[in-house]
Structures are given as C-alpha cells and as structure tokens.
C-alpha cells in the first residue's frame, strides 16, 4: 500500500509538473479511475492478487498514456496558432483514434486471456478490462468535461509550463538509418537469450514443479515477508503468506521436490520447526508436528503435498491464451490498418520483448539478492509486457497511418521518421511515468513481489525500445520490399 501510494504521488506530480493546470485535471480524472477500479473490484468480490495488481499497474500505465496522447495533441494544434477552445476540440478529436485503436487492441488481449486463461491469467484479465472501459470513460469524458469547464469560463491552459514547454518540441531523429544497429543489438540480445534459456532455464517456482506446503499457526501476529526471507535462507526457495488472521501463515518450498520419501517429510518438517521456532513460544517438535490435536493454538495445523500437474494444466492454458490474443490482435490491426505488415512488426515486437525478459530471467536468477521464481504472478508480468508492448506500438502506427494520408507529397521514410519523432513526447512521458511507478513499488514494495517488478521494469523498457527500433522498422522494411518487388 505505502509503495503503491508513494508511485502514484509521483505521477500525480509529475503531471502537474509537465502539463500545469490540464495536468492536475488529467490527475483528477486518474484518481477517480483507481476509485471506480478498486469499487467495482470490491463490487465483485474480487480478490486482489499479484496478477490483479499487475493489470492496475498497466491500467495507471493507459490512463496516463490517454491524458497525454490528448495533450500532446493539443499542444500540436495549439502550435499550428488555433485559439484555445478549438485546440481543445480538435486535439480531443485526433486523440481519439489513437486512444480506441490501443485500448482496443489491449482490451482484445483481454478478453481472450479470460475466455482460454486459469486463475491467475483470469484474474489478470478481470483487472484488465474493468481498467480499460474506467481509463477509457475518465480520460475522455471526465478529463475533456475539467478542461472544457474550465476554458469556457475564461481560464488559460497552456497544456505545459515553462520548464516543458519547448521539451520534445521540432525534433526530427533519422530512426530509420539506425534500424539495421537496432536489429543487430536486438539480434544479439534474443540469441543471448534463447541460448541461456536453453542452457540455463529458469528458476521455476512450485506453481510448476510442485512442492510441500504447510499452514502454521503462530503464537503472535507475524510478517510474512519477515518470515519468507528467514525460510529462504534455511531451503533456499520458500513463500509465506498470511492465510486469515495475521498469526497464520501458509508456507510453501519446493526444497527437495522431487525426493518423495517419509525421511525428507521428516527433514523439512523438523528444518522448519527449528527455522521458526523463536515465533512459536516454546512449543515441542512433538506438538509442533501433531495434526490430531483438535485443541491446538500454535504449530502446524495441516500440510500437503503440491502437485506439479497443476502447473502444467497452468503452462498449457497459458501458452494458448497468449497465442489466441496474439492472433486476435494480427487480425484487428490488419483490420485498422489494412496492411499485414503493421500486424507483422506488432507482433515481431512482441516476441522480441517477451524472448528478452525471460533471457534477463535466465541469466540473472542465480544472482541476484531477491528471488526471481517463474511462478503464476510471472506469467501476469509477461502478459502487462504484451499489453504494454502492444499499447506503445500502435500509437505510432496510427501516427504512421495519419501523417501517410495528410502528407501525400512525402516519401515513406520520412512519414515514418516523423511519426516517430512527433511521438517520442508521448512514448517517453508514458514510459517514464508507468516506470516512477514499478520503481517505487519495486523499491518500497516487499521481498515478495521485487522479482514481479523487476520483469515489469524490464518489459516496460525493452517495449519502449521495440517499438520505436523493431515494431515500426519491421513495418517499414518489409512495405518497402513490396513496393521494390513491384517496381521490378
């Protein structure tokens, strides 16, 4: 809560920060949408897991991504030397396109990750899509019904102030000329991946390989993340969670998993109890372990063995589910945009960036000071990294497709040069303020969810970049082998 809190005072002030008073507006309207999100979710009866924070995560991402994809655009008209109120309706106007087209293409993601997911992609999906329509409904209507009230009663809004008003402004960077450096880094990096993942593999959690889990009754309330950290010392991987009361935990290891013997039960129950025996009040192993006792108020209360079928039925459902969106998606931006090549790069760019976060995984788990287990909550994580991947990639392709149709006299790289420069603004304000908030979760958030952060971090800048590097190049280079086929 404290993490999530001091994320989103960030962006709040970020905003101010950078657009002035049509960023405090945007604010309003981002507050009132976590309001709407967490009351329908309680509406519901939702349960609030690792995967439902993940889609929050992504939704804060989009509502943000709305506002500014609206005040850019009326900056740029704005720019042209329109007055205020027609800046405002035409900037509204040309947003609108932009904002369907990507909250459309994640909300199809959605949807069939809820109809083909389980539990944890389900819950994802829940989240998702709930996000989508309350981002949609309050960057639309009730940020347009703020500025709007306040221009027509005479109020200026510059839509930046004068630290930002001349940032990302007449930029014009060749993107296209550093495509073939791009492909090469990217290249590199899906080898590096691809080998480690296959060498290497992943640190897979007891979502995937099974294990032992017990429930344990404490003396007084206890941490759990206190409790994990001193359990992952003594088994090497192990999960505590708070199971109703605060003085009860389920505890989860997959410490010798595959070893199904009465002497390893025996070694992880007497390992645990010694672990945890300064929170138990000087209760005997003998009573710690008796399941019998229907009076008991601290030890062990049940155990059971986690079987790794689970996992696989998880695995499977969870590999259609992203092919079925990914297919989903092909066809609706070969829909909007009636080329496959746009369809092609976004989807290109998505295995670019999903390849790379589960290589960093591979290569970085043996390492690194927090535990870095594929468990469900991960696969939450990759799939915020398609959303956000995908959300980032068609803004610039209905850029692509706006200034192909305005700018007729143009060659086609430079409609695609300057599509992605007059998008940088946009691209970079929302990375870096879906960023201040994994960080801030990332840093202030407990031990638990730091390697759940970490893939979003990861998947939220390696999607930047392949959007503007892969995605959009893809597009180009294989539109321009067409036409060169043509002409021959």
């Known amino acids: 809560k404290m993490s999530f809190m001091i994320a989103l005072g960030l962006v709040l002030i970020w905003m101010v920060f950078y657009y002035g008073k049509a960023g405090g507006f945007a604010d309003v309207a981002m507050i009132l949408n976590i309001l709407l999100i967490f ?17 929050i995560v992504l939704t804060i991402g989009m509502s943000v991504d709305a506002n500014v994809l609206i005040f850019e ?21 040309n947003a609108l396109s932009s904002i369907l087209d990507a909250n459309i293409t994640t909300g ?18 829940t989240t998702l899509i709930i996000g989508i329509l309350t981002s949609l409904f309050t960057a639309i209507f009730i940020t347009r019904l703020l500025v709007d009230w306040y221009a027509n009663r005479g109020g200026k809004l510059d839509f930046s102030t004068g630290i930002t008003k001349n940032l990302f402004r007449n930029i014009n960077i060749e993107f296209l000329s550093k495509r073939k450096i791009a492909y090469i880094i990217s290249g590199s990096l899906i080898v590096l991946s691809l080998g480690s993942l296959f060498s290497n593999g992943l640190d897979q959690g007891v979502d995937f390989v099974g294990g032992r889990t017990y429930q344990v009754r404490f003396a007084q309330d206890v941490s759990a993340s206190e409790i994990s950290t001193t359990l992952a010392d003594a088994f090497g991987s192990a999960d505590a969670k708070t199971v109703g009361d605060a003085n009860q935990l389920k505890i989860t290891t997959k410490y010798k998993v595959n070893e199904a013997s009465a002497e390893v039960d025996e070694e992880i129950r007497l390992k645990l109890y010694n672990t945890l025996q300064s929170h138990l009040s000087g209760v005997s192993y003998e009573d710690f372990i008796d399941l019998n006792d229907e009076n008991k108020q601290v030890g062990l209360m049940e155990s059971f063995k986690v079987s790794p079928t689970i ?31 746009y369809s092609l790069g976004a989807v290109v ?3 670019h960036d999903v390849v790379i ?22 696969i939450a994580a990759i799939l915020t990294v398609i959303g956000y991947s995908l959300n980032d990639t068609v803004v610039v392709f209905d850029r692509v497709r706006e200034f192909f149709n305005e700018h007729t006299a143009w060659g086609f790289e430079k409609v695609v040069n300057t599509s992605l420069s ?24 407990g031990d638990s969810i730091r390697g759940f952060m970490f893939a979003l971090i990861v998947g939220v800048v390696v999607g930047t970049y392949s959007s503007l590097f892969i995605a959009t190049p893809i597009m180009y280079d294989t539109i321009k082998k067409l036409e060169d086929k043509k002409k021959n």
């Open 108 to 125: 199809l993601t959605a949807l069939i990750l809820f109809v083909f997911g389980t539990g944890p992609i389900k819950g994802f999906a």
């Open 357 to 378: 976060v589960l290589g960093v995984f591979s290569l970085t788990y043996r390492f690194m000071p927090f535990s870095m287990e594929i468990d469900q909550a991960f």
């Open 39 to 55: 009351g329908i979710l309680s509406g519901l009866g939702a349960v609030l897991t690792l995967p439902g924070i993940a889609g």
């Open 311 to 341: 996992a696989d039925d998880i695995k499977q459902a969870s590999f259609w589910a992203i092919l079925g969106s990914l297919i989903v998606v092909f066809l609706y931006i070969l829909f909007r945009f009636k080329k496959w090549q």
């Open 73 to 93: 655009r009326i900056r740029e008209e704005l720019t042209k030397g329109k007055g205020q109120k027609e800046a405002i309706k035409d900037g509204f106007s």
């Open 422 to 445: 007059s998008t940088l603004s946009r691209t970079l304000n929302t990375s870096l303020t879906t960023l201040v908030v994994l960080l801030a979760i990332f840093i202030f958030g």
């Open 349 to 351: 760019a998505v295995f």
